[in-house]
T-cell receptor, first 110, second 115 residues
Framework: QKEVEQDPGPLSVPEGAIVSLNCTYS??????FMWYRQYSRKGPELLMY????GNKEDGRFTAQVDKSSKYISLFIRDSQPSDSATYLC??????????FGSGTRLLVRP | GAGVSQSPSNKVTEKGKDVELRCDPI?????LYWYRQRLGQGLEFLIY????????KSGLPSDRFSAERTGESVSTLTIQRTQQEDSAVYLC?????????????FGPGTRLLVL
């Protein structure tokens, strides 16, 4: 079993929809949780960074962490075609090693 | 300012040949990381450099893989006697310091295809 599980998709939604992306994990030592966005043939770029449990909002993006369930989510409101990309969750404990999910491909249809 | 840069952006090589991949981190970043991303997969940690400390090589998949870093600047990842299973995107990242709360910034990657 992988330490971090993420549905690969693809997830196809119409423009303006609310998108929900999720990851589950098994290591209770993880404390830092990130979402990266990766456009085709580009490197990952950091979208959201959360420490421990709770919610964090930044514009149209909301990250949620539920450590009791070992479950994290990224919500995208009013999705745009430019949001079409692969979304990678990543997490770490008290070290520098990031553990990544396999990524979810998102397609927002105009 | 400039982000992390990597070269070449694409590399096609024949099985058995050696390849060298280069990473230029963000200026002033003391920590540097290499990852491998196979098609449809997440990123796998390969190696980590922090200043003049001994690197963490625990993610290197075999002794055909090695990496060097000169001080707090350029790093090269070398793959000797390449195999077809080495085909992947090799990503480099850097962070200002080491620490669990530090953000890693990624380069665009080098796409390696071994024929």
């Amino acid at each position: 079993q992988k330490e971090v599980e993420q549905d690969p998709g693809p997830l196809s939604v119409p423009e303006g929809a609310i998108v929900s992306l999720n990851c589950t994990y098994s290591n209770s030592a993880f404390q830092y949780f990130m979402w990266y966005r990766q456009y085709s043939r580009k490197g990952p770029e950091l979208l959201m960074y959360t420490y421990s449990s709770g919610n964090k909002e930044d514009g149209r993006f909301t990250a949620q962490v539920d450590k009791s369930s070992k479950y994290i989510s990224l919500f995208i409101r009013d999705s745009q075609p430019s949001d079409s990309a692969t979304y990678l969750c990543a997490m770490k404990g008290n070290s520098y090693k990031l553990i990544f999910g396999s990524g979810t491909r998102l397609l927002v249809r105009p | 300012g400039a982000g992390v840069s990597q070269s070449p952006s694409n590399k096609v090589t024949e099985k058995g040949k050696d390849v060298e991949l280069r990473c230029d981190p963000i200026s002033g970043h003391t920590a540097l990381y290499w990852y491998r991303q196979r098609l449809g997969q997440g990123l796998e940690f390969l190696i980590y450099f922090q200043g003049n400390s001994a690197p963490d090589k625990s993610g290197l998949p075999s002794d055909r893989f090695s990496a060097e870093r000169t001080g707090e600047s350029v790093s090269t990842l070398t793959i000797q006697r390449t195999q077809q299973e080495d085909s992947a995107v090799y990503l480099c990242a850097s962070s200002l310091r080491t620490g669990a709360g530090e953000t890693q910034y990624f380069g665009p990657g080098t796409r390696l295809l071994v024929l």
